[in-house]
């Protein structure tokens, strides 16, 4: 049964989720990573320790440095069609979120100003002073933390398909009943989620994709075996239990430090955020350039990794 945002009337038209029902979640078989997540050769993987944690991290290509920042549901293996094409002429660095994917799973700094300086210690690791941002989901939020507070490291700042905590509509975005997973967390949920990361997962990929089956099984199995990992549910859970401590953090940044003065590119999915993406930037950042993924709902490498690929590589340059 089809439960649409826009028919909701969630802020404007250009808001609209898809969602569709969950569906039964199969066994997780063993198999190998399907092809939407494999780095092309050339890319190495590494743990880099940064602000008291370890952070798994992909680093492949040569020139300008990139960041690309991945959201909760999937890790940075989902970047891996974007890195294949930036790395022809950027270094592409591709860490996993503290405590999601293959980094390290620690009890707390998940408030998005502590994984900013996660992003920070990485970049200092691989000696990186500056670099151009891209963002996705959760990742924007991190992305946004980490540009408000070392501003002149971030060239250009690409944000895809997320809201970002305290920053314009924020508190009407979550008055939306299709985003209850924002309040939903602590022990006894783990205790339900437990064993049934699959089913759990699949609520999210299947209602905010314009079409379900554009997330494939096997990227399914895939990210369902790494948020099945030990801790990894748990970080996820504090990802969003962070929101409304991220939510003062920026306020007080915005006030403190005015609007992010860098390029700022602020996507959309067609059938998800769309132009509201640049809406929320907008009351952020003085130089925002506003765009659509056509033909996708909030994945949007796995929807349309094309259209996707390329308005990033236009925007960069």
């Given at each position: 049964m089809g439960l649409s945002l826009q028919r909701r009337g969630l802020l404007a038209a250009a808001f609209a989720l898809v969602a569709i029902g969950s569906i039964a979640a199969p066994a997780l078989a063993q198999s190998k990573p399907p092809a939407s997540v494999t780095f092309p050769r050339g890319f190495k993987t590494q743990e880099v320790a940064a602000n008291g944690t370890t952070i798994h991290v992909r680093v492949g290509g040569k020139g300008p440095a990139v960041v690309l920042l991945h959201g909760y549901g999937e890790t940075g293996d989902m970047w891996a069609p974007l890195a294949a094409e930036l790395a022809r002429d950027h270094t592409v660095v591709v860490p996993d979120l503290r405590g999601l994917g293959l980094s390290a799973k620690p009890k707390n700094g998940f408030d998005k100003k502590t994984q900013a300086h996660d992003v920070a210690g990485v970049l200092d690791r691989l000696k990186i002073t500056d670099a151009d941002l891209v963002t996705h989901d959760i990742g924007n939020m991190v992305g946004y933390a980490f540009a408000a507070q070392y501003p002149a490291r971030v060239k250009k700042f690409v944000l895809i398909d997320a809201p970002v905590p305290g920053i314009g509509p924020w508190d009407d975005i979550l008055k939306h009943p299709l985003l209850w997973h924002f309040r939903f967390g602590g022990p006894d949920m783990e205790r339900l989620v437990k064993g049934r990361e699959r089913i759990y997962l699949d609520r999210f990929w299947n209602e905010f994709s314009a079409n379900p089956k554009r997330f494939t099984e096997g990227s399914r199995q895939h990210y369902a075996r790494l948020y099945a990992r030990p801790g990894a549910m748990h970080s996820g859970f504090?990802?969003?239990?962070?929101?409304?401590?991220?939510?003062?953090?920026?306020?007080?940044?915005?006030?403190?430090?005015?609007?992010?003065?860098?390029?700022?590119?602020?996507?959309?999915?067609?059938?998800?955020?769309?132009?509201?993406?640049?809406?929320?930037?907008?009351?952020?950042?003085?130089?925002?350039?506003?765009?659509?993924?056509?033909?996708?709902?909030?994945?949007?490498?796995?929807?349309?990794?094309?259209?996707?690929?390329?308005?990033?590589?236009?925007?960069?340059?």
């Open positions: 504090a990802q969003f239990a962070a929101f409304d401590q991220d939510a003062i953090d920026n306020k007080a940044m915005l006030a403190a430090n005015g609007k992010l003065k860098m390029p700022v590119l602020a996507l959309g999915g067609e059938k998800s955020f769309g132009l509201t993406m640049a809406v929320v930037m907008r009351a952020a950042a003085d130089n925002v350039t506003e765009g659509v993924v056509p033909d996708s709902g909030h994945w949007i490498m796995e929807e349309n990794p094309k259209a996707t690929v390329a308005l990033v590589r236009g925007f960069l340059g």
